[in-house]
């Protein structure tokens, strides 16, 4: 098993977002535990897992490229 686990600073120079804000905003609503990051032998350090977010990051960026959402709830593929 083959992953790169990152401190919030280290994530935060990665994704260019204040570590900060990874750790209250994105971490529970957008990073989810045992999915993006881990707290390693139970403890308070919070671990993300790059591959993971790298993931998100790339589906998130092609899914809205496919569609455009318009205002009735429907979409448009083009």
């Known amino acids: 098993m083959s992953t790169t686990l990152l401190s919030a600073k280290e994530l935060a120079e990665r994704i260019k977002f204040s570590p900060v804000y990874i750790n209250k905003s994105l971490r529970d609503s957008v990073f989810l535990e ?3 990051y881990i707290r390693p032998f ?3 350090k919070i671990l993300y897992i790059w591959e993971r977010i790298e993931e ?3 589906q ?3 899914r809205n490229r496919v ?3 318009m205002a009735n ?4 593929h083009g």
């Open 34 to 36: 045992g999915v993006h």
């Open 73 to 76: 709830g429907r979409i448009c």
């Open 60 to 62: 998130s960026a092609v």
């Open 67 to 69: 569609y455009i959402p």
């Open 56 to 58: 998100t990051m790339y």
């Open 42 to 44: 139970n403890g308070r």
